[in-house]
């Protein structure tokens, strides 16, 4: 039985092509056959094990599930090695038989910037050139991984709240991309002069405001957006001409409302599925603004899962 | 990281140590520190993902799942070899770090077969020397296997519908324990000759009736228990002088109501975990009878693969 850690994924599957299994993915779940359903946790004194179970047993053949955990190894700071806290395993969807395994924590973040990836695809104008970034973590160069990959970048500009964090986004821009990447002192100096803005942080609070994003310009939103902790505040979403999300579903699964929810924005949210599938238009001219949801959509990992095994 | 597979299980932990750490999981049931909520499934069109979750993450310090299906390969006659369908995985309780995985079908065998063996420790007459099984199974030969671990048997009686399946049961009995065991034609003269009677059937119909049942016997059901299909009718728990499960919680959980619900043994049923840690008093007297509801408490598997890691 094959087993794949974090090097085996960087190596395996190229961002172009994990985008092109996330959309594969998208277009299963139009199909009705990408199964999904919401996260399943169960809680221990230390911490809680998390899974997302899912797959396309219909065009991809493959199921199964991932699990990760809060418990205190598993932080960024736990001491613990990222392989020894994420598991995803594939299962034949014919014959039940494991394929394998992969250990580690980039599955899961290849997961999350491919599908960001696939939503600039579908959404932002294809001529953007300009990309900004709030927040400089993990998430947020992934997700540069996934922009370079379908649209043709020429500047960056990137805030995050420690000078060093945001210095260094920008050093690793300019060195991997050829990117003009300049880290700037606020977040609307990197929001207001961009095409595409990718708002990454663990922030509870707005980090953009509406008036900052202007005409023809994309946004994502990776982080909390529940009424009590929330990245963007809904009138980024209400002046939006197009608000999709990976998973609408998740949107209303929460334990607590989400931000959009009671506001305009939230009955016209469109399923990324639809767009990629042809079934809904996304942007329709250059001067529209778009935004994005990103929720992690379940059974996602285990299609990349899958193609990183058959490729191992 | 360990990966184990059947062969490893089979070696590393004989059935009586297997009992004593089914034991300590029911002491943590008592005391209110195992983790055990009811099975997760995911359906797919061609199977279901079963997960049971859970741990002892105070005496156990191990957490974790494992995780079996329902697909075509994992039949019996499915062609896929058992260590492809199951797998549990264990992580320590206090960093999250995976400690190990074991694949396979044994593990899940010997935890139902261990927590039998508790209930007959705790329930059967301790003198008890005849054994009846009505099942000549995978799980009726763990069950057996589990009997002499904690009961010192003489003689054993065993029925199902084929006759070269009971009888190459009695040919192992007599082999590898020193029984006299016999092959009986009728479920009435496995049950009525027995201190102990074992049901492990997949019937969904009642394969012994009440009378057959002797006071001072003690009768394990092990399938069907719900109001359309059941292995033992009410009659044997309205008669039995103490009705225990290993978990009174799985019995209120599925779809369909407990045969039990409404009689008036459905509000007797004591908690094995209360018998074990000595809260509540199970058989006090030689010739009372008991009845042992088997549900398969989730987290069991956990503290056994933790338990087998640990020797490996």
């Known amino acids: ?15 172009k092509d994990a985008i092109l299994v996330m959309e594969g993915a998208f277009r299963a779940k139009a199909e009705g056959h990408l199964v999904s359903p919401p996260r399943f946790y169960v809680r221990f004194s230390r911490g809680t094990l998390a899974f997302t179970v899912g797959g396309d047993d219909v065009g991809g053949s493959a199921v199964g599930f ?7 190894g598993a932080k960024e700071d736990g001491g613990v090695h990222p392989d020894r806290t994420q598991v995803t395993m594939v ?8 394929q394998g395994t992969i250990l580690g924590t980039r599955l899961g973040v290849l997961r999350t910037s491919a599908i960001g990836g696939t939503a600039l ?40 709240p420690t000078p060093a964090h945001r210095q260094e986004f920008a050093r690793r821009a300019a060195e991997k991309y050829g990117l003009a990447a300049r880290a700037v002192d606020t977040a609307r100096e990197a929001a207001e002069n961009s095409d595409v803005v990718i708002c990454s942080t663990d922030s509870a609070r707005p980090v953009i405001e509406a008036e900052w994003i202007r005409p023809g310009t994309h946004v994502t939103t990776m982080g ?32 607590e409302p989400h ?7 939230w009955t016209r949210v469109i399923d990324l599925a639809d767009i ?25 990992e285990v299609l990349l899962a899958a193609e990183l095994l058959r490729r191992a």
Chains 1, 2 share one sequence.
């Open 1 to 15: 039985m094959k087993t794949l850690t974090d090097a085996d994924v960087d190596r395996l599957l190229p961002m």
């Open 66 to 72: 991932r699990v990760y955990n809060t418990f205190p």
């Open 91 to 98: 299962f034949d969807a014919g014959s039940g038989a494991l």
């Open 121 to 160: 695809k579908y959404l932002a104008n294809p001529a953007a050139e300009r990309i900004g970034f709030i927040g400089s973590g993990l998430q947020a160069k992934a997700q540069l991984d996934a922009a370079v990959s379908v649209l043709s970048l020429k500047g960056l500009r990137v805030f995050s």
């Open 224 to 255: 909390s957006k529940t009424t009590s902790e929330h990245e963007i505040g809904p009138a980024v979403a209400q002046q939006a001409d197009v608000v999709a999300s990976d998973s609408p579903a998740q949107l209303s699964a929460y334990s």
């Open 259 to 265: 931000i959009l929810q009671g506001t305009g924005a």
């Open 276 to 300: 990629v599938s042809g079934r809904k238009t996304g942007r329709t001219a250059a001067g529209q603004r778009t935004l994005f949801l990103s929720e992690g959509l379940a059974g996602t």
